[in-house]
């Protein structure tokens, strides 16, 4: 082995590391390669590698010494324990000013604690989405890069020759912010991901039970779809999906188990929403219909007790039921993106993140799984008004929303008088009628917590932050509660 000649190490050679060396590669960088099982790393340069310049390593020594400095290991490992055990064994070889890059899907809080503890160190870390699954890592991936800005000079050219491209050749790529704010960003795409598929799914729903229509008429209305505003990965790959044929002639869709897998980002969201009291409602409700689809025997049981509407599935107008089912989609999705936004916005203030809203919505434009043309409306309208405080108020989308609300309106009616579930679609307009409303019934709410817990209450007619209590029943006291939270 030549020594130091390597401008990168990538340790992991499961599907998405093997495709990143790939791609590397092609982009003229020479790659240093370890793997765990290290008959992994001879079988990879034997196959896919051959004839590549990249280099095998049986050992972390041996990888480490293969590099040019500053060194730059990249980790494509499982996230949690996993990524700990493999910094502590790289370290020792390591050098101050050297670079670590976790390239998975960690969660953000332990990037925020490596990029402290490596940089005690004097080893920088960065801890980076990567998002666009097999296909997205061979040929351009949407990169989500955070941690320590002092290592991103040394990883930029790397990181922006790999990552897609849109129509401009801007890359989808670029630093998005100090400890954490890489893998948090990651985590809002996959949680804004959980969302699309949900609402793809409900639109689905509604116009198989709703409407009848079998998996051709679906592949021709998705591929319509694709062609206009919703123009996107997901819905072009489910266009693809419907027009899958089985061996028997069958659509494939109609073979597929019923249950919903899933591997923890969307929950992470969630549960960052609720920790910063952000309502990111449709998220929380794409995690839970997962959870729901995963009771198929309880569901089976109760589909012979509980008996749903009669409806007659032609006693609406086709085309029209179709075009309000595509624009209830497109509210729907509106709203994810703007509460996806909120809880960027949230975070960073929570974290001291620097966050470019705009720049965000570029690297998620292509090379990503939620990749659409929505998304050049997000990077404008941020681009427009870098402070915009909800997406919801950019002219574009306030726009769209109120002329197309009565077709939004009209779907969920109809999903409603169909017996199909619509968790997605309705939380998205009950957050849309809740966002416009000036007064909402809280103050109710805040009479209920002081009747029955003293919480105290502000006025409208004083000033805010002055706070009273009544005494509801002429029995209670005259003190107010301090800490019972109800």
Known sequence: ??????????????????????????????????????????????????????????????LVKALKKPRRVMLMVKAGDTVDQMIEQIVPYLEKGDIIIDGGNSHFPDSNRRTKSLNEKGILFIGTGVSGGEEGARTGPSIMPGGNPEAWPYVKDIFQSIAAKVEDGSPCCDWVGEDGAGHYVKMVHNGIEYGDMQLICEAYQLLKDGLGLSADELANVFAEWNKGELDSFLIEI????????????????????????????????????????????????????????????????????????????????????????????????VISYAQGYMLLREAAKEQGWNLNMGGIALMWRGGCIIRSRFLGK????????????????????????????????????????????????????????????????????????????????????????????????????????GSYNA
Not at 387 to 416: C, K, M, P, T, V
Request: charged letters at 20%; glycine letters at 10%; one cysteine or more.
């Open 1 to 62: 082995m030549s020594n130091a000649s390597c401008d990168i190490g990538l340790i992991g050679l499961a599907v998405m590391g093997q495709n990143l060396v790939l791609n590397m590669n092609d982009h003229g960088f020479k790659v240093a390669v370890f793997n765990r099982t290290v008959s992994k790393v001879d079988e990879f340069l034997q196959n896919e590698a051959k004839g590549m310049q990249v280099v095998g390593a049986h050992s972390i020594e041996e």
């Open 378 to 481: 997000i990077k404008a309208a941020f681009d427009q008004n870098p402070n915009l405080h909800n997406l919801l108020l950019d002219s574009f989308f306030s726009i769209i929303l109120n002329e197309y609300q009565g077709a939004w309106r009209n779907a969920i009616i109809h999903g409603i008088g169909f017996g199909v579930p619509t968790p997605a679609f309705s939380t998205a307009l009950a957050f849309f009628d809740g966002y416009r409303t000036a007064r909402l019934p809280a103050n109710l709410l805040q009479a209920q917590r002081d009747f029955f817990g003293a919480h105290t209450y502000e006025r409208v007619d004083r000033p805010k932050g002055q706070f009273f209590h009544t005494n509801w029943t002429g029995r209670g006291g005259r003190v107010a509660s």
């Open 238 to 333: 489910t266009a693809q999906i419907f027009g899958k044929k089985d061996d028997d002639g069958e659509p494939m869709v109609d073979k597929i188990l019923d249950t919903a897998g899933q591997k923890g980002t969307g929950k992470w969201t969630a549960i960052s929403a609720l920790d910063l009291g952000m309502p990111v409602t449709l998220i929380g409700e794409a995690v839970f219909a997962r959870c729901l689809s995963a009771l198929k025997d309880e569901r089976v049981a109760a589909s012979k007790a509980l008996h749903g509407p009669k409806h007659n599935q032609d006693s609406h107008g086709r085309e029209a039921f179709i075009e309000d089912v595509r624009r209830a989609l497109y509210c729907s999705k």
